[in-house]
């Protein structure tokens, strides 16, 4: 996944603009004009990098002349103590940007960071780990960037991507079969169809009706290994729902093909990184 120039500039500028609004009472009437530090950023605990170019930008868009070398790069693993990256530029600024970059590291590698352990759960069996629609206003791309530095894959970005029966459309529309149906008459030919199920029997119509994809909703793993054996490779199967570190790698074990957890984005602890001054 690609993280366009004119999306992260903007959601910098936009969180710039929150953070300092007219000046920086601290750093603006403190420190000299002219002042040149050196700074860097370090782990504060091991895991998986990302969002580190988009950090980064913070500071070069408020000092374009600031240097900056990297030691690491978005996907890599860190340990507690790891240098991951150092700059050098107007204090004032380095000072005004601090907040805002580690806000978004942290963030984007916290969520790379719990990505990468559910990946590695699994690895081994025929899941991958993928993201949802969980996300957080305005951040969506930074956040499904983030899962793939971790390893995982991007469920569908937005709801034009593909179409996604839950049981809402189906109980308000009066059945899988008859959904299904009328979604066919109008989509185009490119559009992958999901269905949510939450019983082997929706499973078995779902199945019937041809879909691409079955999502199997809050199963218990014997369940899904069923519905493994009922679908037979006929449709990709999604995993989701109540899972968790505890019980993913026996999830993933019933044969699915993906595995989605919304907690990847929804409610990921922040990665500890700090910002040092040199003395």
């Keep these: 996944m690609i993280l366009l120039p004119f999306y992260v500039d903007d959601i910098i500028k936009t969180a710039l603009n929150e953070d300092i609004n007219y000046i920086d009472s601290t750093a603006d009437l403190l420190i000299p004009e002219d002042s040149i530090s050196s700074a860097y950023f370090v782990a504060k605990a091991s895991g998986v990098v990302a969002g580190l170019e988009v950090a980064l930008r913070v500071f070069t868009i408020l000092d374009p002349d600031m240097k900056i070398e990297c030691s690491f790069k978005d996907?890599?693993?860190?340990?507690?103590?790891?240098?991951?990256?150092?700059?050098?530029?107007?204090?004032?600024?380095?000072?005004?940007?601090?907040?805002?970059?580690?806000?978004?590291?942290?963030?984007?590698?916290?969520?790379?960071?719990?990505?990468?352990?559910?990946?590695?759960?699994?690895?081994?069996?025929?899941?991958?780990?993928?993201?949802?629609?969980?996300?957080?206003?305005?951040?969506?791309?930074?956040q499904k960037y983030a899962v793939t530095a971790g390893g995982g894959r991007n469920h569908r970005y937005n709801l034009t991507d593909a179409a996604?029966?839950?049981?809402?459309?189906?109980?308000?529309?009066?059945?899988i079969t008859a959904a299904v149906n009328a979604l066919r008459k109008k989509a185009g030919h490119m559009l992958q169809i999901e269905v949510e199920t939450r019983t082997l029997e929706e499973v078995q119509e779902a199945v019937s009706c041809g879909v691409n994809v079955i999502m199997l909703d809050n199963m218990?793993?014997?369940?899904?290994?069923?519905?493994?054996?009922?679908?037979?490779?006929?449709?990709?199967?999604?995993?989701?729902?109540?899972?968790?570190?505890?019980?993913?790698?026996?999830?993933?074990?019933?044969?699915?093909?993906?595995?989605?957890?919304?907690?990847?984005?929804?409610?990921?602890?922040?990665?500890d990184i700090s910002m040092k001054f040199r003395s």
């Design 75 to 142: 996907g890599d693993e860190v340990k507690n103590g790891d240098i991951i990256a150092e700059f050098t530029g107007r204090t004032r600024l380095m000072l005004k940007a601090e907040r805002t970059a580690l806000n978004i590291l942290q963030h984007m590698s916290g969520i790379a960071t719990y990505t990468n352990k559910c990946v590695k759960l699994v690895e081994g069996t025929n899941a991958s780990i993928a993201d949802t629609r969980k996300t957080l206003p305005g951040l969506r791309a930074l």
């Design 164 to 175: 996604m029966l839950k049981d809402n459309h189906i109980d308000a529309y009066g059945g």
């Design 220 to 271: 218990d793993c014997p369940t899904m290994a069923e519905a493994v054996k009922l679908v037979n490779g006929r449709a990709k199967l999604e995993a989701s729902g109540n899972i968790t570190l505890d019980n993913i790698t026996e999830v993933a074990k019933t044969g699915i093909d993906i595995i989605s957890l919304g907690a990847l984005t929804h409610s990921v602890q922040a990665f």
